[in-house]
């Protein structure tokens, strides 16, 4: 029977409340200031770093932090800061377009998944989604680079292709509910057909979901670019990255425990930052779900 | 109950097929040719033909397949071309680290997460809610290869606790063997903890705030009777999912940790094969993770109807 | 000595008002029937009774529950009472039960709780107070889950699980809202009698004064919060004082005005309609289960005609909309819109749809949130070979919001700044500005409050005349099918088991289904009328 109680849509925020209330999380200002600071060390490196990376100083090679590298010099007497500013590239970069591919492939499946629920098409989607699964990243990243040898191109695609699942699922799972609401139903006895009604009335409304989970795997990006590089699996040399700094520390840690330090401390923070905004946007966008996530 | 495992069975059954092509059609199909790959590119012509010889290259694509599958269906994995030896036998060898590591870390990471996330739901917004979410914020966040540094650092080089890395074998005594699993094991555990922690607390509370949360409560429960008789088990259910899920990321962390720490176990194996370009290795080493996640996931699902009576009866 | 008394409560959630001044009491035996529209504070009154109240809740006032003080005791000592002196029914059966334990555990734990009794009397007892809520042991073992009973059968063992320690007090919060009429007639004669039995005093809170007005021995009326009428049943409806009071139940058993204008000329015309279904196998080599959502349905809608479709859920109304609408195909019989059959082969026919609106029930549900009203009352116009544009399409827009009570100001405006009445107002434009033949209204007016559902039978009625207009009217709520349609359709399994003019049903009904249905229904006392 139908049931007198209404299923209440968050009212949508004009954009000035927005704002306002964007100011006012912490999260969000914490985690968007940090992730800005990293992308702007990216883009500042592109025409200035402190020292020039390209150039091995053997003299100043393992120095502590001081006033010249105010994060010391590797084994090579490069400038951590530069390196971390150049390797800050990398990882966005890796990042950014193994979300890319993620939510290019990812999301029309989901909407594609939802509007023929039930169907063989679904399933076949979602099957082939729980496959992806069984592999994580990291084994997709050594299959790959067992056949094609170790690459910073290898290790976007192995990443990307693990976020084609997650986002082809978020996609579903909003699809499906928005499926089930009347304004869709009107949109049907208004003559149009799936692909419309996904583009116009689906996926403007399973945006906000999509940013959310956006941000969550752009994190996770950089985090499995950090591992496979440490691995040997991502970024060649010469190209400064991260989890390759690490690498190269490894055997110098009980005497250059700063090359181990900034590197790591820079995923760290990147990480926290992107999750924090992550937190802050989800919040935003859903104040239903504030309640239950810190 | 019968026909739901059942059912989980096929699709476990066919999640493995369809693995395994994939698995196949990258690691043998994707070079080209197998056999010059491993050489690399100074062989000589006739040792690249005695090699396709001896991997049984020559044949179809569906020989080759059928025969890898029938070999690993009776234990033979095949002889590792760099080792000359069965890897079946290095592969079991390797398995008495990392099987040991990846139970020792999920057990230390559920032991801490579910306390954690248990307590920060019932107290939520008290300081001891505030802190467990902000600790497991960076938990989250920490690259595991970077928190095992930073803890070599610490226990093993600055205070001595533990060694820096290696593995006695276990013929050299349970406790030294566990103890130079302990440093790994924490480094795999805290990140999967903080993630496992949060979980559990936003179930929790999304649990907490259902309709017969309020039912019990005005049965006289007290809040801590309530969320211990009725919020708990229901709030298992999507944790029980993470730590399913998780365990593919543990795999994959372990084979990085397994680096940081010079560990012989199956992470360490499947780099020294990639280097030395011994695909047989790999794609045995990468076929027995898969079917790992793919058996943990499928015990999960079957959790999750020993849960859930709903799914017990629904098919 | 009364049982429950509440005097000059006050309550805030965050500092924001909810409760002014309510001051109410309940004798043993008693039934109080406490009623107001949504946001009026009755089931916030009855949280504060059992001290079950939101975070950031604080009250001032008295609440006495058979002489404790409830708004001074520790949470230890309110926990003894709960369940032990006071039992609580809900609103929602469905999710009311842990879906994961069985309900003899479930019962049970409301005496292990109180007594220090061992597990199997308290299954023994359990299973008294389901057979005492008339679900017998043979067809209800203790063993039973949940999912596996229908709405009004977990609302018992609610029911149940609140009366077990057989409490002085029990309060129920909409407990029948979310049921059928049958069932919700079947629960409310369940709590009668358990009242009637145990001696115990009821306060049940509902918005429909029909519900109450037979069981109730007082009556409160309240509204932003505050009681703005009290007095004894059914005395109270030839007397109201309030305004408000008088309002609601003029709106209640409001009848809009309207002139029969039934044609002989047959407008929709649907003729042994059949629609199956195949769910998904339940086994793995099984045969796959088929479901007969309609069975062969035949009935003829003529022009200017309102005829109303009435039936519980599951029925097959549903389906057999979808169906007129050319949403779903149809695996038998033929459906015709003034002669044109609504699939064309396999495709819908654009020509017949365009003449079709609908209104759904759920006004909240029924807008995409992040389109502006212009957009969202012009989407039919994709029906269209030639849409209107520019001026054309702005007067349509505007004639459409005028025509329907608002004005063309508010097309630029989002749906979130419109109330529920409002956004049912702008489902109407949207069904209107394409000129349909007919309007298929599915529900349209079930989720609101009684008087804006008045003022939208006002306005269906005034647009029927206007535009000569044909309605399909769908619903569960017969009071409202009988006020607006000419004929009627009653629908169970798929069949129409009568029809015939709305007021020859509605006091001469036939067929035995018709009859209990229209015996279910709660009415109003007469003097109120």
Redo the contacts between chains.
Sequence with gaps: ?????????P??AAPVRLWHLAFRSRNLVIGGALTLIFVAAALISFVWTPFDITQLDIANKIKSPSARNPLGTDHFGRDILSMIMVGARTSIAVAVVAVGIGMLFGVPLGLWAAARK?SLLDEVIM?AN??I???????IA???????GPSAINAIAAIGIFNIPVFARITRSGALSLWQ???V????????NAARISV??IL??VTNLLIVQGTIQF?LGI?AE??LS????GAQPPIPSW?RM?AD??TM??FA?HM?LF??LA???T??GL??MGDGLRDLFDPKLR???? | MLRYTLKRLVSLAISLAVASVVIFLAIEVLPGDPAAYMLGVNAQEDTVAALREQLGLNGTMWERYSSWIGGLLTGDFGISYTYRTPVADMIADRMQVSLPLAIYALTLSTLIAFPAGILAASRRGSAADVSIMGITQLGVAIPNFWFAMLMVLIFAINLRWFSAGGFPGWDAGLYPALKSLTLPAISLALPQASILARIMRSSLLDTLSEDFIRTARAKGLTRAQALRRHALRNALIPVLTIIGLQFSFLLAGAIIIENVFFLPGLGRLIFQSISSRDLIVVESVVMLLVFAVVLVNFAVEITYALVDPRLRHRS | MTLLEIESLDLDIHGTPILRDVSLTVAPGQIVGVIGESGSGKSMTAFAVMQLLPNGTTCKGRVTLSGHDMLALPEARLCKLRGDEVGMVFQEPMTALNPIRTIGDQVAETILIHEDVTKAEAMARAREALNRVELPADRFPLTRYPHELSGGQRQRVVIAMAIALRPKLLIADEPTTALDVTTQAQILELLKRLVREDGMGMLMITHDLAVVADMADEIVIMQHGRVVERGACPAIFSNLQHPYSKALLAASSHIPDRACRTTDAPLLEVNRVVRDYRLPRKTLFGAPVVIHAVKGVSFTLERGESLGLVGESGCGKSTLTRAILGLEEVQGGTIRLDGQPVFDGHRVNRAVRRRMQVVFQDPYGSFNPRHRVERLVTEPFHLLETPPTGAARDRAVDEALTSVGLTPADKDKYIHEFSGGQRQRIAIARALIIKPDLIILDEAVSALDVQVRAQILDLLAELSAKFGLTYLFISHDLSVVRSITDRVLVMKSGEIVEQGPTTRVFDDPQHPYTQQLIAAAPRLPETAA
């Excluded at chain 1, 029977?1 to 849509?9: C, E, G, N, T, Y």
């Excluded at chain 1, 309640?291 to 810190?294: A, K, T």
Aim: charged residues 15%; positive net charge.
């Design positions: 029977m139908s049931d007198p109680r209404v299923s209440h849509i009212p949508q039930g099957r729980d496959l699964f069984a592999f994580p990243a990291l084994l050594i299959m790959i680079t067992a056949a094609l609401r009347e304004f139903m009107a949109a049907r006895v208004s003559g149009k116009e009335h403007p409304n994190s985090l950090a591992g440490y691995v040997g699996l989890g690490l520390s490894q840690i009980s425990p181990a590197p790591g995923i760290l923070l990480v926290l999750n924090l309640r239950s996530r810190q």
